[in-house]
């Protein structure tokens, strides 16, 4: 298991596949750098929750991201979830809910993750 | 009061209402979630300053948030502000003027602040 | 020499010249407001990395930030500048390449510094 204690939060808002695609890249890129040692969590906001709904388009994009990189977490807010009709049920496997993204990014910084905006 | 020593700065760059709706709507779900005695802040830069003018279309959404969210703060750049022709008589009560978004954003991070860019 | 313990990252990763004229007025006006013992990154990642060519049609904005802004580090994502077909000898004076963009914005962020994204 990793140190959970440091890691960085991914933050995607918005429900553009070319920007998915490159925050999962650059996701790919920085585990590479980082090492096994420091935690990834994509954070889902917005429109962004379909790129982790099994029917999404654009799914491909973080279910690659889950299978390639075991290390990553895939997170989605819950509320933008709820308004883009997204149960628990249509998540892909890996991916889970908080109840809200902002106080989660934040939450994440006090115990000293960094933050990146895709 | 609450504790000052922690908190997040909502950061807003852009012109667009529909953003602004959307993290006012953020900065409510987050303090929901967080608790009174984590200050939020939102930080409007370029644009998004007209947003706390009176006499801004879009006004509304920042107002809404100065009016039913008593602990948030709105914080506008004075430099974006004289660009965009807003002076202090112009704002909206509770919303105030710092010198430099920028520099007060680095600022709040350097106090142990959170940072989320809208 | 200015203390390299404490700085900000200002993370552009859009190839917008509007916003990577805006994101160097704002390094210009924060420099300004927070002093000289404050580091300043702009870390360009995506398309923006050709701001820092020699050859971009919007290179005098990160140029300008490079000569009129000396403690003002320009930095770009080799992943990136290799994928725009950039090498080491196209850039700009002052600018130099990091393996990977987002990985330098979190190892920075560990080591205390702040992060704005433009």
Known sequence: MTDATRGFVFHIAD??????????????????????????????????????S????QAGDLVVALQELPTVKVTLCSLAAKGHGITEDDLVE?????????????????????????
Chains 1, 2, 3 share one sequence.
């Open 54 to 57: 099994k029917s999404a388009a």
């Open 15 to 52: 429900n553009d596949p070319a920007r998915i695609l490159a925050a999962t890249a650059s996701a790919r890129n920085a585990i590479a750098a980082l090492g096994d040692d420091v935690q990834v969590e994509i954070l889902a906001q917005g429109g962004a929750v379909t790129g982790a």
């Open 94 to 118: 890996g991916a889970r809910l908080v109840p809200t993204a902002t106080a989660h990014a934040v939450q994440r910084q006090f115990d000293g993750w960094a933050y990146i905006r895709a």
